[in-house]
Structure formats: structure tokens, C-alpha cells
């Protein structure tokens, strides 16, 4: 069996020039040079419902000597209640009971990707770290196609998107970014129809920068104005601006080009180094401080600025908050679109059911991702969005 620093060179030198569709041969091809019987790639869909391969071309002469591979298909996998799914929900590799099958997870730095599914004779140890390997640079792959190959975006959707939605998702990094020392995960629903949530994250110089905005509207034009707000909130704290700076730009840029929008914000930083968390919050709710499995009451609680867009010219600057964390600490960040979904009755989902859905999770051992990813689900199974609603949950964890 070839080195698999050699096999995996190779296949890394080979992917220079081929697009996506040319990936799952690829990983396959390589995977049997390792030893296994194949491997194939599936990928999360944009609200986390599902994992769809990527095209897969079956051997065109299989060895007499592998065993069938009948689960092998082109048909998506749920996420909810699949082994496969398993391994996307918990970021571990799991295995079949036969010992045939496995699935690893691709991982993006901390983002969820989707699953690695490989198949061979029998597993052992120094086989499955070859997989994860694998699985690493598979993803690799995926997400330097995933800015410009339609397969990807393809795999990737379930329906049609609205162009205000294409404008924010084009804007938008990825969900969770994060180190060993902190995490950030958001999720934007309605995922196909956003119009006027976005939310942004990024890591600099010890800093964690955060931005959860909610434009007034669900059309078009509201896409436009936080597409503007997170052009404009990047491009002064890349000057060297303030929170302060960030939030006067975005006024001064919305009242002069889109005049009739207001926006709503909560803008943060995180010394990464030493817990302190500061924020100005613009006509938003205030997030919310989880310790030790609980809301810290009032924690967060100022009063708010006016929202952005008003033209507030010499009008005072926003005041700047500050609230020093406490390791394994949570900031919780929303927009109202959350906590005024209702039920079928009528009723509120709110603020409380908010944190302790969170709560519930992480006291089940979710990570953030997955905190979220059932939360949304919560909701999309006993509430009805009226609006927008993004979700941002920030977790310190020093080590």
C-alpha cells in the first residue's frame, strides 16, 4: 500500500485545475490506494437538515474481493436520526456495527462541512486516522471550490433562494469560526428568504469582532442596507475604528444612500486574552450573559442607542459597555425575529424559552454549532417565523 503522505501529496498536487466535480473521484481513487474500499463526500445543506453527496462516479470494475456497497447513492441522508448524521451532530468518527462502514466528519477549522463516508473490509486504528486525513484534505478541497463552482452551492441548497437572500449570503462569513480559546456560531433564518438579518464574525489580533444586525423590512432593499452596514462596520474597523467609529460610519452610510432603511445592531469585541467583552447595542435586545448553566439577570441590560440610518450627524456617539467574562462563559446575541416567532395558538417562543433552549442543549454536552442547529429546528417544528431570525452564541473558553 502506497505511503499516505504520498497518496495524499498526489492528490493534493492533482487538484490544482479540476472543479468540483472532478473532487469525488478523486477522494475515492485515493481512498483505495490507501486500502479502503471507497469513499464519498456529503455535504450540509445551507440549514443543516441534511447531507448530500457530491456527484460519485461507481468504479468502472470493482474487485471481485470488496464487498457491496448498496448504501452508495446519489439520495441525501438526514441529518436527524442517521449515523451519518451522528457523526455531523458530534464531530466524531462513527462506525457501522458490521465494521464496514464508516463516517468521518469534515471540519473547516471549527465549521461543519459535512461527512467523509468510506467503506472497507475491516477498520483499524492506523486505517481510520488515514481517514481522517483523508477527510481533512477532502474538505480542504470543497472549500477552496465553494466561492465559485455551482456544484458546491448545488449540493449545498435544497430550494431556490431570493436574490435579497443570494445579496446577504454573499456577505456573510461562515456560520462558526473560532480557536482553542473561543467560539462563535450564527445562524440566519428563513435560510432561502432572509431579507434583513446579517450577522458577521472575525478574529484579529486577539480580537474576536462581532456584528449582529436587523434591517427594518424584508425586501430587497433591507438585504441592501445590511449588506451596506456590513461593508461599512468591516471597512472602519479595518482603518482601526472604534465600536463607537464602526456605528457612526453605518448611520452616516445608510442615511446618505439608503435613506428610508433604519437598522438595528449590537457591536462587540472580545479580548480573547483577558474575557472583556464590550458592546454598543442600537435600538436592539440585549443579549444575553449564560453562567454556569443559567442567565445572568440584567447583565446586559443598557439602554439602548437609537437604531442606525436616522442621520444622527454631531448627535452623542453610542455608549461603549464592558462586562468581564468568566471562563466557559456564553453570550447569547439575537434578533427579534426570534422571540416573536409564535405557535400555532398565538403564543410567544420569547426570550425565556430562548435561553433555556440554549441552556438545555449545552447542559446535554452540544457544542455551539449544535446548540443552534436544534434550536432553529426547534423552531421551524412548533413556531412560525413572522420575520427574520438570526441567532449568535459566543462561548469563551480559555485553555
Avoid at 170 to 185: N, Y
Avoid at 256 to 264: A, G, V, Y
Avoid at 339 to 345: G, V
Avoid at 368 to 391: G, K, Q, Y
Amino acid at each position: 500500500m502506497p505511503n499516505e503522505d504520498a497518496v495524499l501529496s498526489a492528490l493534493l498536487a492533482r487538484s490544482n485545475r479540476v472543479t468540483a466535480a472532478d473532487i469525488p473521484a478523486l477522494i475515492d481513487e485515493a481512498g483505495r490506494k490507501l486500502g479502503l474500499s471507497g469513499a464519498q463526500v456529503y455535504l450540509a445543506d445551507l440549514q443543516q437538515a441534511r447531507l448530500t453527496p457530491l456527484v460519485h462516479p461507481a468504479p468502472e470494475t470493482p474487485s471481485p474481493n470488496e464487498p457491496t456497497d448498496p448504501s452508495e447513492s446519489s439520495e441525501p441522508i438526514q441529518i436527524e436520526g442517521s449515523m451519518a448524521g451522528l457523526a455531523y451532530r458530534t464531530q466524531r468518527t462513527q462506525r457501522s456495527r458490521d465494521d464496514c462502514t464508516a463516517w468521518v466528519p469534515m471540519i473547516d477549522g471549527v465549521e461543519r462541512v459535512g461527512v467523509l463516508r468510506v467503506t472497507a473490509p475491516c477498520f483499524e486504528d492506523t486505517l481510520l486516522e488515514s481517514c481522517a486525513a483523508l477527510s481533512g484534505l477532502a474538505t480542504l478541497l470543497v472549500m477552496a471550490k465553494a466561492s465559485h463552482d455551482e456544484l458546491v452551492v448545488d449540493r449545498t441548497r435544497s430550494r431556490t433562494m431570493t436574490t435579497q437572500a443570494e445579496l446577504l449570503w454573499a456577505f456573510v462569513p461562515p456560520r462558526t469560526i473560532g480557536t482553542d480559546d473561543v467560539t462563535s456560531t450564527a445562524i440566519l433564518e428563513p435560510a432561502y428568504e432572509a431579507g434583513g438579518d446579517a450577522f458577521d464574525h472575525s478574529l484579529g489580533d486577539g480580537v474576536l469582532h462581532l456584528a449582529l444586525l436587523d434591517a427594518m423590512g424584508h425586501d430587497l432593499a433591507s438585504g441592501g442596507a445590511s449588506a451596506v452596514a456590513l461593508g461599512a462596520s468591516r471597512a472602519t474597523r479595518r482603518a482601526g475604528g472604534t465600536l463607537a467609529d464602526i456605528a457612526t460610519t453605518i448611520d452616516t452610510t445608510l442615511s446618505e444612500w439608503i435613506p428610508d432603511r433604519l437598522l438595528t445592531a449590537v457591536i462587540a469585541r472580545l479580548d480573547i486574552a483577558t474575557g472583556q467583552f464590550t458592546w454598543i447595542n442600537c435600538g436592539h435586545p440585549p443579549p444575553l450573559l449564560i453562567r454556569e448553566g443559567h442567565v445572568v439577570p440584567q447583565a446586559m441590560e443598557f439602554p439602548a442607542y437609537l437604531p442606525l440610518g436616522l442621520g444622527l450627524g454631531q448627535a452623542a456617539a453610542p455608549d461603549e459597555h464592558h462586562i468581564r467574562l468568566q471562563p466557559g462563559d456564553r453570550v447569547l446575541l439575537y434578533s427579534d425575529g426570534v422571540t416573536e416567532a409564535r405557535t400555532s395558538d398565538g403564543s410567544l417562543f420569547g426570550e425565556q424559552r430562548l435561553a433555556d433552549s440554549v441552556i438545555r442543549s449545552m447542559a446535554s454536552g452540544n457544542a455551539p454549532p449544535e446548540t443552534l442547529r436544534r434550536l432553529v429546528r426547534n423552531l421551524h417544528e412548533h413556531h412560525r417565523l413572522h420575520d427574520d431570525a438570526t441567532i449568535m452564541l459566543v462561548r469563551w473558553h480559555p485553555h
